[in-house]
């Protein structure tokens, strides 16, 4: 079974530049999620979806950042513009629909640099 | 509001015990636990749920209690594939999925 995907895996910009980041969750999982990793920090809940409604986006910081999840598969995150302490680990996860969705499978993240 | 972990880093030579610890100042429906090796993606290790139900595959256990809003994993005869840092995920299972709020993590280092 194919796990979750991610692109980029790496990126650096400038600050005030826009990026975005892709996610490819696993094959029928209803549910994605977009976390965002600080060096040192544990996953921070950016925006949860279940098929390609929005659940819970409390946490998005919608001046810049923005995320859709088009036709309930691949979702795309984007900031913009990029800010310094945007600098993180963007992670995707993926689970099934209840009663199994307590076990989130997570990508490989992307890294993103911002100078 | 975010679960508090303890100890914040421990090392270990292969085959001792360790416990980490998980406590938040909200009521826990469900305690979810991940490992996460340094540069890769966090993996699902084990769920504790509010009644007692646990469910998981690694062998590491856990508990779970409720009335201390507390939970602890367990890693007895340590190897060195547990090192990594592991993370205590609390928030609720709804249809919708699992909303989770991470702690700041446990760093885990197995020594031969």
């Known amino acids: 079974e194919a796990g979750v995907a991610q692109s980029p895996r790496y990126k650096i910009i400038e600050k005030r530049q826009s990026v975005a980041f892709w996610c490819n969750p696993i094959?029928?999982?209803?549910?994605l999620y977009w976390y965002q990793q600080i060096l040192g920090q544990g996953p921070k809940l950016l925006i949860q979806f279940q098929n390609n409604g929005v659940v819970d986006d409390s946490q998005l910081p919608k001046d810049r950042f923005s995320a859709e999840r088009l036709k309930g598969v691949d979702s795309t995150l984007k900031i913009q513009p990029a800010k310094l302490e945007d600098s993180a680990v963007y992670l995707c996860?993926?689970?099934?629909?209840?009663?199994?969705?307590?076990?989130?499978?997570f990508g490989p993240g992307t890294r993103l640099t911002v100078t | 509001q975010q679960p508090v972990q303890s100890p914040q880093a421990v090392i270990l030579r292969e085959g001792e015990d360790a416990v980490i610890n998980c406590s938040s100042s909200?009521?826990?429906?469900?305690v979810h636990w991940y490992r996460q090796k340094h540069g890769e993606a966090p993996v699902f290790l084990m769920i504790l749920l509010k009644g007692g139900e646990q469910k998981g595959h690694e062998k590491i256990s856990a508990s779970f209690n409720e009335k201390k809003q507390q939970s602890s994993l367990y890693l007895t005869a340590s190897q060195l594939s547990y090192s990594g840092t592991y993370f205590c995920?609390?928030?609720?299972?709804?249809?919708?999925?699992?909303?989770?709020?991470f702690g700041e993590g446990t760093q885990l280092t197995v020594n031969p």
């Open positions: 995920g609390t928030g609720k299972i709804e249809t919708s999925g699992s909303r989770l709020t």
């Open positions: 909200k009521a826990l429906y469900s």
């Open positions: 094959s029928g999982h209803a549910t």
């Open positions: 996860a993926s689970s099934l629909a209840f009663p199994y969705s307590y076990e989130q499978y």
